[in-house]
């Protein structure tokens, strides 16, 4: 399982690419990257086949430690997924915007 810093996850969230979102939903209701799916990590196993196949997939949480289980759960599924270190409050410390409310 990889995992990447804020920066990578900024390059790549700017060219479009998926951010899974893998805290419960009420603290991603307080606050997330623009565009992250949620699906709640005790929920992702039973969820996984929400993730399409394909691209990688940024896994974040609120500091990075469950993004990593996140991560590791979509690669046994056959995902290309990579852990986001420092999760939404290293976005949050990089100067990024975050949305409030759940997925429109």
Do not use: F, Q
């Not at 939404?88 to 759940?102: C, I, L, N």
């Amino acid at each position: 399982m990889e995992e990447v810093d804020t920066v990578a996850l900024i390059t790549a969230w700017e060219s479009g690419a998926p951010v899974l979102d893998v805290r419960e939903d009420y603290e991603y209701i307080r606050g997330h990257v623009p565009g992250a799916r949620s699906i709640p990590l005790p929920e992702l196993s039973a969820r996984v086949g929400e993730v399409p196949p394909g691209e990688t997939v940024y896994v974040i949480c609120a500091s990075g430690n469950r993004s990593k289980r996140g991560a590791e759960i979509l690669e046994s599924a056959g995902r290309s997924a990579v852990s986001v270190a420092g999760g939404t409050r290293a976005w949050v410390s990089a100067g990024r915007e975050v949305r409030r409310g759940p997925t429109p």
